[in-house]
C-alpha cells in the first residue's frame, strides 16, 4: 500500500517522538542508579541514552523539516536536511565513545568499589526491553517511508540494546562473582565492559556516517535501483529507440533520476511528450516521489552500437530500420 506524503509525516514525526520519549526517560534512569551504585558502565550507558536523545531530536526535526513541499527557496525540496541529520548524529556518537573510553582508563587506573550491582543489571534489562520495541517500530517506519534519519535512529537503539547487555554481563559478572568469591577482585570488569561499549558505538557511529554522508555529495543511487530503472525504459522498446546519460541521486527520501532517450525523429511532439509522460509513471509507480527529467533526441538507431547510445533495437529490427531508411 503506497502512503501519501500527509500520511508518510505523520508516521515519520509520531514515531520520531516515541524515541525522543524513551530515551528521555532511560537517560534519567541509567544516569540515576549509575552514580547511585558508582558503575562507569552505567553512567556510560547514559550518556550514550543521551547521545540517543539528542539524535533523536534532530531526527524528529529533520523529518518534520524534510517533509515540508519544495519551495521558491528550495526548489528540489527539504530532503537532504534528513542526511544532516544522520551525519550528525553519527558524529556525536564518536564523542560519546571517545569520552567513554576516557573515563573507562580512568577507572582501570583507580578502581573503586561497587554497591548494589542488581540495580544496574535492572535497568540495563529495562533499556534493552524499551529499546528493541522503540527500534522496531523506527525501523518500519523508516522502511515504508524511506527516511534516512528514521534509520540512523533506529540503528543508535539497536546498537544502545547490544552495549546494554554487554554491561548487563559484567555487571553479572560482578554480582554473581560477589556472591561466590567475595575475595577475587572484579572491578575491573565494569570499566572493560564500557569500553566494549564504545567499540561497538564507534563500529556503527561509522557505518551511520557513510549511508548519511553519501546522498550529501550526490552520489548515485544504489545498482539495484539503476537496474530498475533501465529496466523500465527498456519496456518502452523499441518506441524509444536508446537512452544515454543516465544520472541519479538522492536527498532524503526524494530521488531525483535524469536522462536522455532517442525516438524516431518523425515522432510528433505530441506522441514524444506522451511516451516520456507514461515513462515518468511507471518509474514513480516503482519509486513514489521521484522528480524524473527526461531528454528527447531524434535517432536512427539503425547505425548505431549498443555502447554508444544504448540502442535497445534488436539486430533484425536494425536491418529493417536501416533498408527503410535506405529507400527514403
Not at 529533520?62 to 525540496?77: I, N, Q, T
Not at 527520501?253 to 524516431?264: A, G, L, M, P
Request: charged share 20%; aromatic share 6%; with cysteine.
Amino acid at each position: 500500500m503506497q502512503l501519501d506524503e500527509a500520511e508518510k509525516n505523520r508516521r515519520k514525526s509520531n514515531v520520531a517522538l516515541l524515541s525522543v520519549i524513551s530515551n528521555t526517560g532511560l537517560v534519567v534512569l541509567k544516569l540515576a542508579v549509575g552514580m547511585a551504585i558508582g558503575s562507569v558502565s552505567v553512567i556510560s550507558e547514559a550518556i550514550h541514552s543521551g547521545v540517543d536523545l539528542l539524535a533523536a531530536t534532530i531526527a524528529l526535526l529533520a523529518v518534520r523539516k524534510s517533509g515540508k513541499p519544495a519551495d521558491e527557496g528550495h526548489p528540489f525540496g527539504h530532503g537532504k536536511v534528513e542526511n544532516i541529520s544522520g551525519t550528525v548524529e553519527a558524529l556525536l556518537i564518536f564523542l560519546a565513545a571517545g569520552w567513554i573510553i576516557y573515563e573507562a582508563i580512568k577507572r582501570l587506573q583507580n578502581p573503586e568499589p561497587m554497591d548494589e550491582a542488581w540495580l544496574g543489571i535492572a535497568v540495563m534489562l529495562v533499556s534493552v526491553i524499551a529499546n528493541i520495541f522503540v527500534s522496531m517500530n523506527l525501523f518500519r517506519v523508516g522502511k515504508e517511508t524511506d527516511s534516512v534519519a528514521l534509520m540512523a535512529d533506529a540503528w543508535h537503539l539497536r546498537t544502545d540494546v547490544y552495549t546494554s547487555l554487554g554491561v548487563f554481563a559484567g555487571l553479572a559478572v560482578i554480582f554473581v562473582g560477589g556472591l561466590i568469591l567475595p575475595e577475587v577482585d572484579l572491578r575491573w570488569v565494569d570499566p572493560m565492559a564500557a569500553i566494549g561499549v564504545a567499540l561497538l558505538i564507534i563500529k556503527a557511529a561509522y557505518h551511520l556516517t557513510v549511508e548519511s554522508a553519501r546522498d550529501l555529495v550526490d552520489v548515485g543511487l544504489p545498482p539495484e535501483e539503476l537496474d530498475d530503472i533501465r529496466r523500465h525504459i527498456r519496456a518502452f522498446a523499441p518506441t524509444i529507440r536508446g537512452f544515454h546519460r543516465l544520472r541519479t541521486r538522492k536527498a532524503g527520501s526524494n530521488r531525483f533520476v535524469e536522462f536522455h532517450i532517442r525516438v524516431d525523429a518523425s515522432m510528433s511532439v505530441d506522441e514524444s511528450h506522451r511516451i516520456t509522460d507514461m515513462l515518468t509513471d511507471s518509474i514513480k509507480q516503482h519509486y513514489p516521489g521521484t522528480t524524473v527529467t527526461i531528454h528527447i533526441e531524434p535517432c536512427n538507431c539503425a547505425l548505431a552500437h549498443e555502447g554508444s547510445c544504448g540502442c535497445l533495437l534488436s539486430a533484425h529490427e536494425k536491418r529493417v530500420l536501416n533498408s527503410n531508411n535506405n529507400r527514403v
